[in-house]
């Protein structure tokens, strides 16, 4: 959207006051959407949104201004608006010079257009069929696509210039069953940074069976029993566990304050020693995957906890600087208007050695949570709160009746010290997960084996 002179023109501006460091992230973003309601195509849109963002980094602040009017003037307004945040009078003429970085895609860097507006319809209307012919008691679907293609052009005053190009596609059905005053749902929703050619794969059926299938099972679900008792996680979604108990308390800027419960910590135990967590930015067309993060930071592997032992943060390139270390690809943004955080990209946990049938059959007491309908946590303490999407309760080693209205209380910190069994059949989940963080929202992944954890609060509406 701009060329190189331009990029280096900005820097230099935005260091004419002083200042530590200085970036310059320009995006380009087409999307395209659908959604469809009682068998109707309800709202349809494309979109474009582009701009450039300008920040300077002095100390522990960072001055920042954006503009999404692309003329040289505004541009340069913008760079000397984020330049205030240094007061050196004296700096005199700085001139930064950039180089173009090559950039390994882990996505289709040939996808450039989007697909023509019948086959969206199609794959809704394909999973609309199929979700309602999956039982006479689905009585409602609603059935959304999204599409974009994201272009990042990231010039930093160390002399970095690169170019990411970044497909998404998510593709979600939400299914609801109803059997006299009793109803349930189930929603599933999947994709990548892929293209729609994604679905010839992971058809619009199959997704749509998945939600029809967890939505009768909520529709025949007992209420979930309260108290404590033993929980099993499933493999996949589950790993919207270690995403909100564990994850969030790992980025780099809660630990830099303080405010997490494993700042200061790294060396130390703080799970249980089956408990090992990677966070990856460079697995190939990943949700969360990155070939450079929104600082132009190649996205990489990242051992978070090794058997128990805490081994390292999630870093950005501001708060790795303040902690005396280097960025590991996790500075990321919702768009060009705001400031990159230390953020997640893709959180799982390898496998272990249990089957999944010697851990069911080793619990006596307690629910399975198969996937989580999301959850949340207080940084400071630890504190979380999850909801079950499909839960089931275990009784005598066996799974019996699935529950309904379960939710799950604990400390991360805590459960990860009582996990007690981990299962050999760990993967991605390869779902619609979106992080929100300091009002930004960012595309993740999340991933584990099943694992089981010795006891946990679980909340209900039977206390029989």
Known sequence: MLDLQMFERLLSIALARGGDYADIFCERRRSTSFRLQDGRIHESGFGITQGVGVRVIVGQSAGYAHSDDLSSDALERAAKIASLIAHEKNAGSVSV???????TPLYDPNRNTHAHSSEYVSLLARADVAARAFDARIVAVNVTLSDELQDVWIAASDGRFVHDHRPLVTLGV????KSGNERGSGYVGDGGRTSIAFYGGRTPESIAHEAARIAMTNLEAIPAPA????????SGGGGVLLHEAVGHGLESDFNRQGVSLYSGRVGERVASELVTIFDDGNLPDERG??????????GSHNVLVERGILRGYMQDHLNATLMGTTSNGHGRRQSFRVLPQPRMCNTYMPDGEATVEEIIASTKRGIYAKSFAGGQVEISRGDFVFMVAEGYLIEDGKVTAPVRNATIVGNGPDVMTKVVAVGNDGCLANRHYTCGKGGQYVPVGVGMPTVKISTVTVGGSNVG
Do not use: I, Y
Not at 97 to 103: E, G, I, L, S
Not at 227 to 234: S, T
């Open 174 to 177: 939400q299914a609801v069953s």
């Open 97 to 103: 010079r950039v180089k173009q970085q090559a950039v």
């Open 227 to 234: 108290g404590e008792m033993e929980m099993v996680v499933g």
């Open 289 to 298: 995957s990155l070939s450079v993060d929104d600082e132009g930071t190649p």
